[in-house]
Every structure is written in C-alpha cells, then in structure tokens.
C-alpha cells in the first residue's frame, strides 16, 4: 500500500518537471532580455528536501546535526533504543495466534508512545542531567524492529570519573538486582559471535563487525576512536558471567560481550538500549551521519553515468520494509529535535534561485526575489540591533516570515540588555554549504 502511495508523489514531481524550473536570477533576467525562449532556460528540478527520506532530506538534517556541533561542540551521548517485542503494551493487544510480526501497526503505535516517554525522561526529568539540545531519528532496516537513534548535548558535560555512574558495560549482580540482571541478559548481550557461533549475521572475513568480545578493561579509559573502553571486568576481578545455550551447546558469556547501557533506561524500558558516550571529536562526523542516512537498497544497478533523474535513482532498488511502510501510512514523525535551525540562503548578487514557468518567466525577471541574505542586507539598514550581529546570528532574535519575506523580531524570550524590545532564544541559524570551488 505505501509503495503506492509513494509512487504518486514521486510521480507528481517528475511529471511537473517539465513545468517547473530554476535558474539563477541574473542569468532569467538576461535571457528575458535577449528574447531568448523561456522553455530553454534553467534545469529541470530535482527531488527535493521536502520529500521526507529522499537524499537531499537527509542530508539535510546531518548538516543540521553539524550545526549544533559547531554551537555546542560534540554530543555527550549516543543512545540506540529499540523497540521491544515482548512489552506488554504490545502482546496485550494480539488476538489468540498473532505475533508482533503480525501486527506492525501495534509495533508502530507502542514504539512511538515510548519515544515520547523516552524523551520526556530525558529532557523534562533530565535524567542525564539538564539538556542543550537533542535530535532523534526512528530508523527501520531489512531485518529486525524499529529503533531510534539520539544524540543528547548536555549544559554541564560529563566528567571522565563520571561515566561508570551513567553507562555500565557489565553483567549486574542477579542478588541486588534481579530485575535488572533478568533485562541486561536478555537484551544487552551480544552474540555470541566468532568461535561458538560463526554464522552470526555480524560475522564478516571470520571478524565480527562490531568488534566483539571486547576487551577487560579495570577502569574505564579513554579508546583510539571516540568512544572510552568502558569498565568491564574479568571473573578473576570479580567480574560475573552467565551460561547462555548458542546452538544447543552451553556457553560462557562474561563483560566482554555486553553492550553499554545506562540501567536506569533499561531497568525502566526493558529494553535493548545501548547508550555511548562521545569522548572525542572524531567520533561526531560519523555519529551525526549515521543517525541521518538515508533508507536501505535491495539492489545495486549500473545507469546512464550522464542521467540526473534523482527521482529515479531513489527508487530505483529502493527497499520499503513492513515497520517503514507502517509508520509512514500513520504519518507518525521519524526526526525530531531542539532547538529550531533555520536554513539561511547565500548566494552572489542577484544570484538568488528563481523558480518560474515559461507562462511567467518574463514576470519573474521583472524583480529579484527577496532571500534571507538580501533581507538581512536590507533590515541594516533601518535597524541599529542588526549592525551587531552576524548574519548566522539572526534566528537567535529574529524569525523568518516565509508570506511577507521578511525578519521580524521575536516577542518572546530572553531580554537583551541596552536594546528595546529585543528578545533572544536558542533557535540557530544554518548558512548553505558553499563548496570551496566556488571561491567568488
């Protein structure tokens, strides 16, 4: 059903793409002048941005996520959550002889009222303490449930000699804590892999991919790739294993193969939910990419090299699982985050994008249209605040009127001290990526 109904939306932009089109305006005002024929100029248009999950869309928001990098350098936290077939809020709802398998419209309706627990936990009980910043990004892949990828930027960062009271890499004591020693077994433990189960989907050139078992570890100190190497410590230092049965066969599971978690998200969510936390920049680009890629391919094809038919090559291969497919007919959120980033435009003098049709080209060489650079320009003039600020700076006090195409200023928020009537919140501003290139 959903392919379908994708498939008329797409159908819309690339059969309105012989109306629609785009040029610089300088280049629409010369050709207007030379009486050169509309049905000429400018490029056929492109999937856009607003088509959510097409590249430009995702792409996008991994810059958006860089945006809040560079205003509150890297992320604290990197949280996977994933949803948990076995939650009695979804098997309370299966008819006698269903499965959750059976029903992805339960799955979907329970993971979403999680996420909003979730993140109400995190932002308005401040679990991990009082929060900059966050963006999430629900995910779905060929196999498996849906989770959710988060990325938390914290007020107060986290200390070093902190991270064993936030994230745990071990097996709890079954006597203390039995509750959380049942969730950690069942759900943080992976693999086995390697040796005792060769065939594990993780498995690739007798390596697995995510690097399990890890190493013991007495204290947790800081690793080569932006995550610390987390605490885990060996029976003989009273570290704690279990026996898990891997193919009929008994086997002994130690620290070594659990994944991070924070127990209180787990003890409170019962859960898959492994937290990491970002201890270096080289880490971030990775991380923001990650959580903002674009949807799986079923097959790869070889196409005409000079073909520009973006609607085309997103679907061709493209691959739309029962839990995407759910979810988008529910039109429920897959990206969420605060604060608010405003795109800015940049651009050369009357190099602004123009979109027009050969009906009204000539009218629209008539005048330039009014960006978020010329505005900025143009409200210097007339008002003195302005002069002080960077040209990123502006969404912080002002918002952007898309109708009258013009800044206006916030009436709510902070008070800036020495100026009336001007207000300041954490709205962020994003200049396009201009390719070094183009150096004018």
Not at 197 to 225: E, H, L, W, Y
Not at 269 to 289: A, D, P, Q, R
Not at 393 to 403: F, G, I, L, Q, V
Not at 416 to 440: C, K, M, N, W
């Amino acid at each position: 059903m959903y392919a379908k109904v994708e498939t008329e939306r797409l159908n819309f932009i690339r059969f309105n793409q012989s109306k629609l089109r785009s040029d610089e305006y300088i280049h629409l005002r010369d050709a207007i002048a030379t009486e050169g024929d509309a049905a000429n100029i400018g490029r056929l248009t492109i999937l856009p941005t607003t088509h959510i999950g097409s590249p430009r869309h995702m792409h996008e928001y991994a810059q958006d996520a860089m945006t809040y990098v560079w205003n509150y350098r890297r992320p604290d936290f990197f949280i996977t959550f994933t949803c948990n077939p076995k939650w009695p809020e979804i098997t309370n709802q299966l008819p006698t002889g269903q499965t959750p398998s059976d029903r992805h419209d339960i799955t979907a309706r329970v993971f979403k009222q999680t996420i909003v627990v979730l993140m109400n936990y995190i932002v308005k009980q401040k679990v991990f303490g009082a929060i900059r910043c966050w963006m999430y990004l629900v995910e779905w892949q060929k196999r498996g449930l849906l989770h959710a990828h988060i990325l938390l930027w914290l007020f107060d960062k986290v200390r070093p000699d902190h991270i064993d009271s936030i994230i745990s890499a071990e097996i709890p004591d079954p006597e203390t804590d039995p509750e959380l020693h049942s969730v950690v077994t069942t759900n943080m433990i992976h693999g086995p892999c390697g040796a005792q189960n060769p065939g594990s989907p993780c498995m690739q050139n007798g390596n697995c991919t995510k690097r399990f078992p890890r190493q013991f570890v007495a204290d947790t100190i800081s690793g080569i790739d932006g995550y610390p190497l987390y605490r885990r410590r060996s029976p003989d230092d009273n570290g704690r294993s279990i026996i898990m049965k891997v193919k009929g066969k008994d086997v002994v599971v130690d620290n070594r193969w659990i994944v991070p978690y924070c127990p209180l998200l787990s003890k409170t969510f019962s859960t898959h939910c492994n937290v990491e936390y970002c201890n270096s920049i080289k880490s971030i680009k990775y991380v923001c990419k990650y959580v903002n890629k674009e949807s799986d391919m079923a097959v790869f094809g070889i196409a005409d090299p000079n073909a520009n038919d973006e609607v085309m090559k997103f679907q061709l291969g493209r691959y739309v699982s029962c839990n995407e497919a759910i979810r988008r007919l529910f039109s429920f959120t897959i990206h969420e985050r605060h604060p608010t980033v405003v795109h800015l435009a940049v651009h050369l003098e009357n190099g602004q994008r123009v979109y027009f049709t050969e009906a009204n080209a000539a009218q629209r060489a008539e005048r330039p249209p009014v960006t978020t650079l010329t505005n900025f320009f143009s409200t210097c003039e007339s008002d003195l605040f302005v002069r002080t600020l960077l040209y990123s700076e502006m969404p912080s006090y002002y918002t952007w009127n898309a109708a009258s195409k013009n800044f206006q200023r916030k009436k709510k928020g902070d008070a800036v001290a020495g100026f009336a009537d001007v207000y300041s919140s954490d709205a962020l501003g994003r200049i396009y990526t201009v390719h070094p290139r183009q150096d004018e």
